[in-house]
């Protein structure tokens, strides 16, 4: 009993930050399995987004509805004025925070998301809704907040309109017991999605976290501190220490409670007291009080923009920082999703922008941090925004002051967050795997035994003339050959073992057979089709497409997988190589193209005037190490090239928009053993079929190796040794 009364005496701060603690303490000490709590926090979430969309809804018909057609022709113009100047600052500042995220190297396995269709900006369907009802079950928040707008302008033309500004009101208040009883969770909830990521996140990822919270700290402490007093101090007679003065109260209890509701009366009667004192209370001013506090609150603010920065980082955080002409979507949809709730805006803009889903549970373990910031915020941009508005109506608001703070702002922003990149670079300890993650990758399943002979012996004249398969069977061999740099399908790793996507797939084969493998470095690519003809090989891997030419000396086995085509560059030109149409505009282009003459025939349709340099397989190392300083960009496999930038993380494999193009890869194969090849591609479709063939795929084109995923350390297992 005496810890129940304990918890009754506790703020619901305090609670949510007793929560957090705990469930940090209790993923570290029970490590993985406290994973498994993510199904409550994913509840706790649901429950947050329940109410958000109607109480938009409602909140902004009500607020708009209420004025009257004088007053809001007095005030409706400068108020949007006012507001729309302090967003486009507000998002402004957000596109300088990755300026303060260190520039740490960053490379990754292929992955499918590369080749997925990217979201269309389809403005007739974001912000046009044609049901009403679809955009709430669709979380289409910019259609719901834009029908909102509509009705609440529509509103204040409707008499007799009490009976319904009374029924949103109501409404507007049921929800918000709704979510104050959801609000009583919280500390269930944070428990939960604290344990979960604590107990599964790898220590890389939660160093990255706090990336995020000391450049967002920062942020608000810029804005709270320069941007909002420096707006009313050079425009308005107000001064600087007047509005910080007057308006610390409510910021200090806003950010205690956790809400701007309890403070929205202070608001009104300070701001009031505020005009008194520089003689600039009359009947529009305090019109323009009563009625743009409430109202203004269920816009947002600058702690609820400041909340969006989080996708910037979430970009950064996966090794794909949003492209330059992705800045002008972000501003856009940053602005209109956040009318509602960080709940559903961070959710609908990950989505949006092709990020990981589940970032969001990384933004909610930070937001017990930042939440409070972006309460304190909102009090003071309340404050701020009322007085911009009343200054405007009686003309005492200086526009282009106004424009030389922001200016004033940005410029300072831009200072620090460098200031702050370079500070994080050299505090927060990071080290890039990427090199060591690819060199010891190892077979997925016991490998039998392979030889590596030095010397190629052609079979004799007698044996050239049997079925190659009864060859292979009755000497219980199979040649192999193969090239080198051809990464990840056949490559050394750091134990100097023969590894990659085709060597596993003969791995599976040979055992099939009861056979061994031998496997031989082919040094000149002319000779491949004498060596298959006359048994030196029977056969030759590493990730050969299929091309016509080739296939008038050589057989192919069936696909077994594509080259996806991409770009090999600079990582510091991946934005310039974004879009196809944009590469096409470009002048003096010079592309590196591989030896096959069949794809380079279709890079010189794609790109007529682009000057083209051949770059086979064994001069890819040359190229990332600056042999071809010309060549702005390679044209290869961007499942090779994936590969390759982990071993060069100063490189990208990018596809840029608008290109699709995959190369089906084949096993090379004698000319005339159709006995032979027929017996390869039965086998490679009963792999297909049994998921093999995928698996494989898995694990050496995507990366995804569990057998590599060590358990996460926890006192429970490393410490106490209880498990």
């Given at each position: 009993m005496p810890i129940v009364k304990i918890y009754k005496k506790l703020s619901p701060f305090q609670r949510v930050i007793i929560a957090l603690c705990l469930g940090i303490f209790t993923?570290?000490?029970?490590?993985?399995?406290?994973?498994q709590l993510e199904v409550i926090g994913n509840v706790y979430i649901r429950l947050l987004q329940m109410t958000v969309l109607?109480?938009?809804?409602?909140?902004?018909?009500?607020?708009?509805?209420?004025?009257?057609?004088?007053?809001?022709?007095?005030?409706?113009?400068?108020?949007?004025?006012?507001?729309?100047?302090?967003?486009?600052?507000?998002?402004?500042?957000?596109?300088?925070?990755?300026?303060?995220?260190?520039?740490w190297q960053t490379a990754g396995f292929f992955?499918?998301?590369?080749?997925?269709?990217?979201?269309?900006?389809?403005?007739?369907?974001?912000?046009i809704p044609s049901n009403i009802f679809a955009s709430l079950s669709g979380t289409i928040v910019p259609a719901v907040v834009l029908f909102s707008l509509l009705m609440g302008v529509a509103l204040i033309q409707v008499k007799n309109?009490?009976?319904?500004?009374?029924?949103?009101?109501?409404?507007g208040d049921s929800l918000m017991k709704v979510a104050s009883y959801v609000a009583k969770l919280a500390p269930l909830g944070i428990f939960a999605i604290s344990a979960s990521a604590a107990g599964t996140l790898a220590v890389e990822e939660l160093g990255?976290?706090?990336?995020?919270?000391?450049?967002?700290?920062?942020?608000?402490?810029?804005?709270?501190?320069?941007?909002?007093?420096?707006?009313?101090?050079?425009?308005?007679?107000?001064?600087y220490r007047q509005i910080m003065s007057t308006a610390g109260e409510a910021v200090i209890t806003?950010?205690?409670?956790g809400t701007v509701l309890v403070v929205l009366p202070m608001i009104i009667e300070r701001s009031k007291a505020l005009l008194a004192e520089h003689n600039m209370q009359c009947e529009e001013t305090d019109s323009t009080v009563d009625v743009l506090v409430p109202t203004a609150y269920s816009f947002p603010s600058t702690g609820t923009l400041l909340g969006l920065g989080f996708i910037l980082f979430s970009a950064w955080y996966v090794g794909s920082p949003l492209a330059f002409n992705d800045y002008i979507s972000f501003v856009v949809m940053g602005a209109l999703t956040a009318f509602g709730s960080m709940a559903v805006a961070i959710p609908f803009l990950l989505d949006f922008f092709d990020l990981p889903a589940d970032q969001f549970q990384l933004y909610l373990l930070g937001s017990v941090v930042t939440a409070r910031f972006a309460t304190g915020l909102a009090a003071l941009h309340g404050f701020v925004v009322t007085l911009l508005v009343a200054s405007a109506v009686i003309k005492k608001l200086r526009w282009h002051r106004l424009m030389q703070a922001i200016g004033v702002h940005l410029a300072v922003t831009f200072g620090v967050m460098v200031a702050t990149g370079i500070t994080l670079s050299s505090l927060i300890p990071y080290k890039y795997e990427g090199v060591k993650t690819f060199e010891t990758m190892v077979p997925m399943k016991q490998p039998v035994k392979i030889e590596r002979p030095s010397e190629l012996t052609p079979l004799y004249e007698d044996e050239q003339k049997l079925p190659r398969l009864e060859v292979i069977m009755e000497r219980k061999i199979l040649r192999v050959g193969y090239y080198d740099a051809s990464l990840p399908y056949v490559f050394r790793n750091n134990e100097n073992r023969m590894v990659g996507f085709d060597v596993e797939m003969l791995n599976e084969l040979a055992a099939d057979l009861e056979i061994t493998i031998a496997l031989y470095n082919i040094t000149d690519r002319e000779d491949e089709a004498e060596l298959l003809s006359n048994g030196s090989i029977d056969m030759s891997i590493g990730g050969h497409v299929i091309t016509p030419m080739r296939a008038l000396n050589v057989a192919f086995s069936d696909s077994y997988t594509y080259h996806t085509a991409g770009l090999l560059l600079s990582d510091s030109r991946r934005d310039e190589f974004s879009e196809l149409s944009a590469m096409k505009e470009m002048p003096n282009l010079h592309l590196g193209v591989g030896s096959t003459k069949y794809y380079q025939d279709m890079?010189?349709?794609?790109?007529?005037?682009?000057?083209?340099?051949?770059?086979?397989?064994d001069n890819v190392r040359g190229f990332l190490r600056g042999k071809y300083p010309e060549v702005d960009a390679l044209v290869f496999s961007t499942e090779a090239a994936s590969a390759w930038a982990m071993l060069y993380p100063n490189y990208s494999a990018i596809i840029p928009k608008g290109v699709s193009l995959r190369a089906p890869v084949g096993f090379v194969l004698p000319k005339g053993q159709l006995d032979y090849v027929q017996f390869i591609n039965t086998w490679l479709k009963l792999k297909k079929e049994n998921g093999f063939e995928q698996e494989v795929y898995n694990h050496w084109i995507l990366g995804e190796n569990p057998q590599a995923i060590q358990p996460r350390w926890s006192i429970m297992h490393d410490v106490l040794g209880w498990f």
């Open positions: 993923g570290i000490f029970v490590g993985e399995p406290a994973g109607p109480y938009v809804l409602v909140s902004i018909i009500g607020g708009l509805g209420r004025l009257d057609s004088n007053m809001a022709s007095r005030i409706g113009m400068r108020a949007v004025k006012v507001i729309l100047i302090m967003w486009l600052s507000v998002m402004a500042t957000l596109l300088l925070l990755p300026l303060a995220y260190p520039n992955s499918s998301s590369m080749v997925a269709e990217p979201s269309q900006f389809n403005f007739v369907e974001l912000y309109k009490e009976t319904f500004l009374t029924l949103t009101t109501n409404i990255r976290l706090q990336v995020f919270l000391w450049v967002y700290i920062i942020a608000a402490a810029l804005l709270a501190l320069v941007f909002l007093p420096l707006l009313i101090h050079w425009a308005t007679p107000f001064s806003a950010t205690a409670t890079v010189k349709e794609h790109f007529p005037n682009a000057t083209l340099t051949e770059i086979g397989k």
